[in-house]
């Protein structure tokens, strides 16, 4: 699938964020190439274009001089990059807009928290573990990169991933797994414990645990992408989201018993 990729400006750079343990959300792009089929920022963002979400990218290429001037009014609160999309997507390579608003963040030394699909976060590692307060999150969300490829096209590999994340924690730079949404035929109780594991291995500090969730238009666009990829995951999503399968209580139990297990950290958002 093509990208397109666009320039655009900003008026605001930080946005209040409802977010747990986030005080402010800072999303440099709008849009994401990584075409996760369970993407919901186009339900969040209220987004009514034309092109399909993860077929466009716009660079908010103002955004840094915009944060710049916020910042010297705002009251120091966490700032979460990004919040619906990737702040390391391909584009990021180039125009490095992320950087940018990390060199203007850290004067002030803000507190960052940074979720991201992408090992180019490695690239800015210089920057990160300046900051006295920093957390790094990695959606982890199958135990393969084939399957990680099936429901993220766009997105780099799970393994690249969990490479990061030991790269980062090696350098004290605390980190954490979002295992999310947990898509029925991705996730059983054995990949699970596959991902969990890996995760502590790579020194993630905790995971976070979430459902696949249904916004209006997404079954379409989930059937879509899958009917002709993978039928099994299709009937398992089918099953779960409108059956009695009881799989995401279950898989919930699951979770919390095999995080005991490995002493690890749990959250649930569900």
Same mark, same amino acid.
């Given at each position: 699938?093509?990208?397109?990729?666009?320039?655009?400006?900003?008026k605001?750079?930080?946005?209040?964020?409802?977010?747990?343990?986030?005080?402010?959300?800072?999303?440099?792009?709008?849009?994401?190439?990584?075409?996760?089929?369970?993407?919901?920022?186009?339900?969040?963002?209220?987004?009514?274009?034309?092109?399909?979400?993860g077929?466009?990218?716009?660079?908010?290429?103002?955004?840094?001089?915009?944060?710049?001037?916020?910042?010297?009014?705002?009251?120091?609160?966490?700032?979460?990059?990004s919040?619906?999309?990737?702040?390391?997507?391909?584009?990021?390579?180039?125009?490095?807009?992320?950087?940018?608003?990390?060199?203007?963040?850290?004067?002030?030394?803000?507190?960052?928290?940074?979720?991201?699909?992408?090992?180019?976060?490695?690239?800015?590692?210089?920057i990160?573990?300046?900051?006295?307060?920093?957390?790094?999150?990695f959606?982890?969300?199958?135990?393969?990169?084939?399957?990680?490829?099936?429901?993220?096209?766009?997105?780099?590999?799970?393994?690249?991933?969990?490479k990061?994340?030991?790269?980062?924690?090696? *350098?004290? &730079?605390?980190?954490? $797994?979002?295992?999310?949404? !947990?898509?029925?035929?991705?996730? #059983? @109780?054995? %990949?699970? *414990?596959? &991902?969990?594991?890996? $995760?502590?291995?790579?020194? !993630?500090?905790?995971?976070?645990? #979430? @459902?696949? %969730?249904l916004?209006?238009?997404?079954?379409? $666009?989930?059937?879509?992408?899958?009917?002709?990829?993978?039928?099994?995951?299709?009937?398992?999503?089918?099953?779960?989201?409108?059956?009695d399968?009881?799989?995401?209580?279950?898989?919930?139990?699951?979770?919390?018993?095999?995080?005991?297990?490995?002493?690890?950290?749990?959250?649930?958002?569900?």
């Open positions: 699938m093509s990208v397109r990729y666009t320039e655009i400006t900003c605001k750079a930080l946005s209040p964020s409802t977010l747990k343990g986030l005080d402010y959300s800072l999303n440099p792009y709008m849009g994401c190439e990584h075409a996760c089929i369970y993407c919901y920022a186009p339900y969040t963002l209220h987004y009514q274009g034309s092109e399909p979400w077929t466009f990218t716009a660079a908010r290429m103002n955004i840094p001089v915009v944060l710049e001037r916020e910042i010297r009014k705002a009251p120091r609160g966490v700032i979460g990059i919040t619906v999309v990737d702040p390391y997507q391909k584009l990021e390579k180039k125009l490095e807009l992320t950087r940018k608003c990390l060199d203007v963040l850290l004067p002030k030394d803000f507190p960052i928290c940074i979720q991201t699909k992408s090992d180019l976060i490695l690239r800015d590692m210089d990160i573990k300046e900051f006295s307060e920093k957390e790094v999150g959606t982890i969300t199958a135990a393969d990169d084939i399957s990680s490829s099936l429901i993220e096209p766009g997105a780099p590999p799970v393994s690249r991933r969990l990061a994340m030991r790269v980062l924690a090696d *350098e004290n &730079i605390d980190t954490w $797994a979002f295992i999310g949404p !947990a898509v029925p035929g991705i996730i #059983d @109780r054995d %990949r699970l *414990e596959s &991902i969990i594991l890996s $995760a502590k291995e790579a020194g !993630a500090k905790r995971v976070m645990f #979430d @459902r696949l %969730r916004r209006p238009g997404m079954w379409n $666009a989930l059937e879509d992408h899958l009917k002709d990829k993978d039928i099994g995951v299709l009937d398992a999503c089918r099953s779960a989201l409108f059956g399968s009881g799989f995401f209580l279950s898989i919930k139990d699951d979770m919390r018993l095999i995080c005991e297990k490995l002493d690890m950290p749990c959250e649930f958002n569900y």
